[in-house]
Every structure is written in structure tokens, then in C-alpha cells.
């Protein structure tokens, strides 16, 4: 199918699903997931009107974002980050959701420079607690999310989470309604460290791949990663 259309359609789908739950389409974006994807592919993204776009690997990425050279789009990392790639993210990301650990933290907010407007960041958190999947329990989260708020270089934004594969759309709401609590939870441990303006921002729930965005949207989901229901199977 062509990705023009495709693009069209699940613009029709959150426009349909955030109308059930009386949300409004606009507060949630849609993170093109170009990994595995080629130029042509996203410059027909493009030309159809998506300007985010998220990569999972750094040297992929960056080919990317320097042969297509555009400063309106807007470029995410949602892939595990290893401590010898974080300077590359800080230079050419404008937002990273993957933070799992505090020394990747540090890292990226020493590496941002202070010229860059800070870099957007969510703390992946491991909502299925699977052993083989990336992020931080539930339970360690309030620490890093502290520690983080005090790196000026950086600005904590909210949650990622990708929990277990299902077919069930109910179980793919408990999942994406834990993470939503997590969220409210943390904001209310936060209160009293976070000035008024900072936690207006950490608002965003990034939540929902191709097979589970109408149960994201339903549990609040601001941000959804569909990466195959846009472009197609990946090479
Ligand atoms: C690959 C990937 C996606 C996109 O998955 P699809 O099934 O292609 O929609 C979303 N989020 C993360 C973190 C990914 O690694």
C-alpha cells in the first residue's frame, strides 16, 4: 500500500478513537518509525505531510538525517543506547525516549550542547517486567526521574513503554493504563521539586505500535510509534 495512503488512515483512526474517548486527535502525535526504512520511503512520508520520524540504530539514523538535511523535521531515538553513542544522539536527536539508566543521562546532558535547545527526553520503563526488554522497573523509576530533572540540559518529558506483544485489546490497555498511572503517580512525587511550568511538560505518554494504537489512545497515549502499519515491512 502506498504510504501516502497509509498515513491517511491512521489519521482517520486517531481522529476516530480519540472521538470515542473524548479526547482531542491533536493531542496525539504520530511517531513515524522509519528503522529499516529507506530515504525514498521517508521522502514520501514527507511529501504526505509527517515530519517525525524515529530511528532505533545511531549510524542508520544519522545517514539518514544528513542526506535528507531538512531542519523542519524532527528526529527521536527509541533504540537501546549504548554509553559510546549517547554524544552522537545529544548532537542530531530532539528527543530520546529510550533512557533506561542514570550514567545515559549524564552522558547525553553533558554531550548536549548548551548552544541546542535542551533535548527532550522520556524514561523507558519495563511495563511487562521482561527479563529480555529494555527499560526500568516501575519501581526505580521515581529516582531516575528525580535525578533527571535537575540535568539542565535536559528536559523530562514523560513515559515510553512497549509491553508485551498481544493480540488481547484488553490486556493492551492494562498495560498502557499502568503506564498511565505511573505517570500520575510520578508527577505527584515530583510536585513539590518540579516548578509549574517544568511539570506542564512532563505530560507525554509514548505508547502504541502498529498493533495497539486504538487501545493507547484509549489509555491517554500523547505520542503513538507505528512503524510497518506506515511504511511497510522492514528490509
Ligand atoms: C520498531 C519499533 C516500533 C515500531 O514497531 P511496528 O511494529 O513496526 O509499528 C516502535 N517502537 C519501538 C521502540 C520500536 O523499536
Redesign the pocket.
Known amino acids: 500500500m502506498h504510504i501516502k495512503q497509509s498515513l491517511q488512515q491512521l489519521r482517520q483512526l486517531i481522529e476516530t478513537e480519540s472521538a470515542r474517548y473524548n479526547r482531542n486527535a491533536t493531542d496525539i502525535k504520530i511517531i513515524a ?1 522509519s ?1 529499516k526504512q529507506s530515504i525514498k520511503s521517508i521522502e514520501q512520508a514527507i511529501s504526505a505531510g509527517q515530519y517525525i520520524f ?1 530511528e ?1 540504530y545511531v549510524q542508520e539514523a544519522l545517514a539518514k538525517i544528513q542526506n535528507l538535511n531538512r531542519p523542519e523535521l524532527q528526529w527521536h531515538f ?2 537501546p543506547i549504548q554509553s559510546n553513542k549517547t554524544a552522537k544522539i545529544a548532537q542530531h536527536f530532539d528527543w530520546v ?2 533512557i533506561d539508566r542514570l550514567k545515559i543521562a549524564q552522558r547525553l546532558n553533558e554531550q548536549r550542547a548548551t548552544s541546542l535547545p535542551a533535548l527532550n527526553v522520556l524514561i523507558q520503563v519495563n511495563i511487562s517486567n521482561e527479563a529480555s526488554k529494555a527499560g526500568i522497573s516501575p519501581e526505580q523509576l521515581p529516582q531516575l526521574a528525580q535525578d533527571i530533572i535537575s540535568m539542565s540540559n535536559l528536559r523530562l518529558r514523560g513515559l ?1 513503554v ?1 509491553p508485551r506483544q498481544t493480540t488481547d485489546y484488553k490486556l493492551q490497555r492494562q498495560s498502557f493504563a499502568q503506564t498511565r498511572l505511573l505517570l500520575n503517580e510520578l508527577k505527584q512525587s515530583l510536585a513539590t521539586k518540579l516548578d509549574f511550568s517544568l511539570a506542564g511538560l512532563l505530560d507525554n505518554l509514548s505508547m502504541g ?3 495497539d494504537i486504538p487501545a493507547a489512545i484509549a489509555e491517554g497515549a500523547t505520542m503513538i ?5 506506515i511504511f511497510g515491512s ?1 528490509d
Open positions: 518509525v528503522k524515529a532505533s527509541i533504540g525516549h529510550s515510553m512497549m505500535t502498529s498493533n510509534r507505528p512503524g510497518t502499519l522492514r
